[in-house]
């Protein structure tokens, strides 16, 4: 069984910032693709951030220039630093990685999501 866990996030005032942390754990499998997804109140979970094994980042349009993800592929980790934080930005924020356990099929594992909340 692989498990995803979060931590980071919180309240912070407009333009103030925030990093996001998730690590994997569990036994015998590999990792292809990690990111961040999110989902605000009454709207459907979009994708902010993914970084491929090899390093290669995409950003949803909305925050790039402002978030930035990266990956320790040793580490099993995946993080997202974000910056000049708006109140848009709000949502609860989930950890994604696409998990191939040795043996199986290919599966998306999430994490349970952390709030993340900009106001003033």
């Known amino acids: 069984q692989v498990q995803l866990v979060e931590s980071g996030g919180g309240a912070v005032h407009p333009g103030g910032s925030l990093r996001l942390s998730c690590a994997a754990s569990?036994?015998?499998?590999?990792?292809?693709?990690m990111g961040w997804y999110r989902q605000a109140p009454g709207k459907q979970r979009e994708l902010v951030a993914i970084i491929s094994s090899g390093g290669r980042t995409s950003y949803a349009d909305s925050v790039k220039g402002r978030f930035t993800v990266s990956r320790d592929n040793a580490e099993r980790t995946v993080s997202l630093q974000m910056s000049s934080l708006k109140p848009e930005d709000t949502a609860v924020y989930y950890c994604?990685?696409?998990?191939?356990?040795?043996?199986?099929?290919?599966?998306?594992?999430w994490g349970q999501g952390t709030q993340v909340t900009v106001s003033s």
């Open positions: 569990g036994a015998r499998f590999s990792i292809n693709a």
């Open positions: 994604y990685a696409a998990v191939v356990v040795w043996g199986l099929s290919p599966k998306d594992y």
